[in-house]
């Protein structure tokens, strides 16, 4: 049977892989996240002495010794690609596609988010040069901190030849990589795309210039709560396998969730402080792509930082985009769980919201331990609830001001 047009427009998800503080596998993040657990513990750092913050969402530390990299993938690689490859391992696992295939791999594409490229890398030379005046640089240093060495290691290791490049819009970075990855999708260049975000980022310099800004909770994160004292930064990385609904349907392909949509906007005010009416066009945009109602929305899963600033302003927004609709609808923040893994956040984000489209549950917002007249919306406090989910938002916000947004319904 030959597809319908629509059918080769719409995107659904096929696969996903995930390596967090939640866990070193996608179903590993999602069951600690049903469950109201917080990764975020002491911060592992040879120079924590010298930081005032303390806490941190990192991997777990066994990743180094079960990744499944091999000697000579790991000398070329940042952390940031490192984890990237191994989530898309395990993406490309689960959705059974076989890029052996020569077809296949000559149009395939990949699209990754990151936010600061290769951080460890970089900070590790500019320690050795002008720390310890050692004027010798390791020979992979330009191939390790590169913004794109993600995607690259990405589709090398799976031989792809179709468009591959890196997007950074800091926070927003994953899910504009994913809006981008849908585009190409719906508008034929592609049938399949490899896309999501990784961030690798807890270097001493780059803690150390969070720590300047003061936006850094010192114990943990409280996304809406009156008590929240700012957010706690987290690495990870999560792919994903998007596929044309035609391309997915062909080949029997098992289909996470129906990629139905994205919205992008810029705020075009203010470098750090967010404007809720920019906010709501991206949320505006994303329904309007996706063709939903206001009141088809069920969850949406929140930028939700724990700063003063974000999470009023996120609430403005939604109220703006929503109406009366916002009242009813779940939104949380799972940020308190994994923490704010910047170019990675949205791609962790929608581990969440396709486990709440699968299987009917709402993942918590922890933390939140006292009510803020600014924040009234439903933010599912403590723990996960059951309730069905038709169609959910995932909220990107980042710093320039540079919003986007996901929509995503069950599959069809």
Known sequence: ?????????????????????????????????????????????????????KVAAQVPEEFERVGGLSAEQSTLMDRNSQLALCA???????SGLDFDRQELARNAAVVVGCGTGGELAHDQQ??????????RVHPFTIVRLMVNAPASHISMAYKLHGPSFVVASACASANHALIQAAQMIRS???????????????????LRAWEAM??????????????????????????????????????????LCEFAGGGMSADGADIVLPSAEGEALALERALADAGLNADDVDYVNAHGTGTKANDSTE???????????????????????????????GALELVAVIGAL???????????????????????????????????????????????????????
């Open 1 to 53: 049977m030959r597809a319908t047009a629509s059918e080769r427009q719409r995107v659904v998800i096929t696969g996903m892989g995930a390596v967090s503080a939640l866990g070193l596998d996608a179903r590993a993040m999602w069951e600690r996240l049903r469950a109201g657990e917080s990764a975020i513990a002491p911060l592992r750092h040879p120079d924590s002495a010298e930081l005032r913050v």
């Open 88 to 94: 898309a391992r395990e993406a490309v696992a689960q």
């Open 126 to 135: 500019s320690r050795r040069m002008y720390g310890e005046h050692n004027p």
């Open 188 to 206: 034929g260049q592609t049938d399949v795309a490899l896309s999501g975000g990784t961030e690798a980022c807890l270097s001493f310099s780059c």
């Open 214 to 255: 003061r936006i850094l909770a010192t114990d943990t994160c409280r996304p809406f709560s009156a008590h929240r004292s700012g957010l706690v930064l987290g690495e990870g990385a999560a792919i994903f396998v998007l596929e044309s609904l035609a391309h997915a349907r062909s080949r029997g392909a098992s289909i």
């Open 315 to 345: 609430t403005r927004a939604l109220h703006l985009a929503f109406g009366d609709h916002a009242k009813r609808l779940a939104v949380s923040s799972t940020k308190a769980m994994h923490g704010h893994a910047l170019g990675a956040a």
């Open 358 to 412: 699968r299987e009917g549950v709402v993942p918590p917002t922890v933390n939140l331990d006292a009510p803020d007249p600014e924040c009234d919306l439903d933010y599912v406090p403590g723990s996960a609830r059951a309730m069905p989910v038709r169609a959910a938002m995932s909220n990107s916000f980042a710093f320039g001001g540079l919003n986007a947004v996901l929509a995503l319904k069950r599959a069809p």
